[in-house]
């Protein structure tokens, strides 16, 4: 039998309650409130359903490309480190704008069918080849890039030899040609950082988790809320998946 995380599971009145929790965007505490599990519980729960979302991969982006960079501050929760002082809630970075300290999630948004990619490529500026790790293989050769004018990206279309067009923001330019703009991108941006902030500061460590999670939502939200609920099930069934709670607690 295909092994999904909701096989064999002895609790599937609770799974569909959960999965209906997830489409709300619960915290934990609420979620292990609710269905009166342990906290714990809700945890391993919602990262095993996180992960199966992530290992279906992303759809090939085509046509025109936006592709942008958004920025996270660094949360270690739970994990042991040494490479800065630890630091309370709501505490500024030792250092202002752009470090090590935060880490830069590289988003391509709305290829003009809606298709989205979110992953986190590193600490800090990115460079071409961290981009190209992370977008490289989903975007279409003979696509159109349009980025705003950091040299990174520039640097990225000449690596791939993709078609490359980069508006000028700080120039107050929103739109070149009538049709070219990195407005989706920023707008999803603003929409996942006003997500996020229900979970005050998802672990680093977990971060792709949560943005497979909100691009499976910006995916599905034209969809019933019923219909959601389904399809996430589905989505969450539909590829063998061996990650389990102990893969969540060494990793």
Same mark, same amino acid.
């Given at each position: 039998?295909?092994?999904?995380?909701?096989?064999?599971?002895?609790?599937?009145?609770?799974?569909?309650?959960?999965?209906?929790?997830?489409?709300?965007?619960?915290?934990?505490?609420?979620?292990?409130?609710?269905?009166?599990?342990?906290?714990?519980?809700?945890?391993?729960?919602?990262?095993?359903?996180?992960?199966?979302?992530?290992?279906?991969?992303?759809?090939?982006?085509?046509?025109?490309?936006?592709?942008?960079?958004?920025?996270?501050?660094?949360?270690?929760?739970?994990?042991?480190? =040494?490479?800065?002082?630890?630091?309370?809630?709501?505490?500024?970075?030792?250092?202002?704008?752009?470090?090590?300290?935060?880490?830069?999630?590289?988003?391509?948004?709305?290829?003009?069918?809606?298709?989205?990619?979110?992953?986190?490529?590193?600490?800090?500026?990115?460079?071409?080849?961290?981009?190209?790790?992370?977008?490289?293989?989903?975007?279409?050769?003979?696509?159109?890039?349009? #980025?705003? #004018?950091? =040299?990174?990206?520039?640097?990225?279309?000449?690596?791939?030899?993709?078609?490359?067009?980069?508006?000028?923001?700080?120039?107050?330019?929103?739109?070149?040609?009538?049709?070219?703009?990195?407005?989706?991108?920023?707008?999803?941006?603003?929409?996942?950082?006003?997500?996020?902030?229900?979970?005050?500061?998802?672990? =680093?460590?977990?971060?792709?988790?949560?943005?497979?999670?909100?691009?499976?939502?910006?995916?599905?939200?034209?969809?019933?809320?019923?219909?959601?609920?389904?399809?996430?099930?589905?989505?969450?069934?539909?590829?063998?998946?061996?990650? #389990?709670?102990?893969?969540?607690?060494?990793?």
């Amino acid at each position: 039998m295909t092994n999904t995380p909701l096989s064999g599971s002895r609790y599937p009145d609770k799974w569909m309650k959960y999965i209906d929790m997830m489409i709300n965007g619960l915290t934990l505490p609420k979620i292990a409130e609710q269905l009166n599990i342990h906290i714990s519980t809700a945890f391993y729960w919602r990262h095993k359903v996180l992960n199966a979302l992530g290992s279906r991969g992303f759809n090939q982006l085509s046509g025109i490309v936006e592709s942008d960079e958004t920025f996270f501050r660094e949360s270690l929760k739970g994990r042991q480190f =040494t490479h800065r002082k630890q630091k309370k809630r709501g505490e500024k970075d030792e250092k202002r704008g752009i470090s090590n300290l935060k880490i830069a999630v590289v988003v391509v948004a709305l290829d003009r069918t809606g298709n989205i990619l979110a992953r986190v490529a590193g600490r800090g500026r990115v460079n071409a080849e961290e981009i190209d790790a992370v977008i490289g293989e989903c975007i279409v050769p003979t696509s159109l890039l349009c #980025t705003d #004018t950091a =040299t990174n990206y520039k640097k990225y279309a000449m690596l791939k030899n993709l078609k490359h067009e980069t508006v000028n923001l700080n120039q107050n330019q929103r739109v070149k040609k009538a049709i070219l703009h990195i407005q989706h991108v920023n707008n999803f941006h603003r929409r996942l950082k006003g997500w996020m902030e229900r979970f005050q500061g998802v672990g =680093t460590h977990y971060l792709d988790n949560y943005l497979y999670w909100y691009r499976w939502l910006e995916s599905h939200k034209k969809l019933a809320f019923e219909n959601r609920i389904e399809q996430m099930l589905i989505s969450a069934c539909q590829k063998s998946n061996y990650f #389990t709670v102990e893969t969540i607690r060494t990793t």
